[in-house]
């Protein structure tokens, strides 16, 4: 499963490159906004930092499908490859998703999915994801978990291509039963990826090792100093 940082603040987003294994960042619009700065300008920083080679996922904006292929072009243009043009699983969304894939030159993720019908249209218009927003739908009364694990496996069971990245995390253990489920790709804040390992018995295990350590060979003596 690939791990991708749902954010565009980038500090937030070296922090996470620093500490964990991280395959790209997705954003949103109201993610975006949340910058306060150019759309392009706060892309194209998280691109030159994150390289060449990792994934960005960006949304085209428009209502019309006309208009979102154009977003699309645009989105590429200025990110280079690996990247992803977010769509809409709305009507004019998948209009959109089929004009790209007959030109079969961008890659797109179905995003705004909350049922597993928008995740099969996507994949059948040619998505390369599909992105679930399972605490959204948690949230809706529903089990995003459940839901989120059925759209994969209609991908399976239709030997369809497109993967799911699911979206919209509140916690670990929803990103860890996903994980254990071998969905394709999962994006979460800042704060849910660095609350993955955060458990005071994993903290206070190590702290005793060194602490132990230290007893035999001196304070502050680590293997280098023996
Ligand atoms: C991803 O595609 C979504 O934009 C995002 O993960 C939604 O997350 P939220 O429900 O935390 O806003």
Known sequence: ???????????????????????????????????????????????????EDADIHAQAIARSAEGMVEDAHKIVAELGKNTYVKIPAIEEGFKAMKLLAKEGKIKFTATAVYTPMQAFL??????????????????????????????????????????????SFKNSQQLLELAEYGVGAATAAPDVIFSLVKNDAITSAVETFIKDFEKLVGEGKTMKDC
Do not use: C, W
């Open 1 to 51: 499963m690939k791990l991708l940082i749902d954010n565009a603040d980038i500090e937030k987003i070296k922090k996470v490159y620093e500490f964990y294994p991280a395959d790209g960042v997705t954003t949103n619009p109201t993610i975006l906004a949340k910058s306060g700065r150019q759309p392009f300008d706060v892309l194209k920083e998280i691109r030159e930092f994150i390289g």
């Open 122 to 167: 996507s994949a059948k218009a040619g998505a390369s994801y599909a992105a679930p927003y399972v605490n959204r739908i948690d949230n809706m009364g529903y089990n995003g978990i459940e839901i989120t694990q059925r759209i994969h496996d209609i991908f399976l069971n239709n030997d369809l291509e497109t993967e799911v990245l699911a979206a």
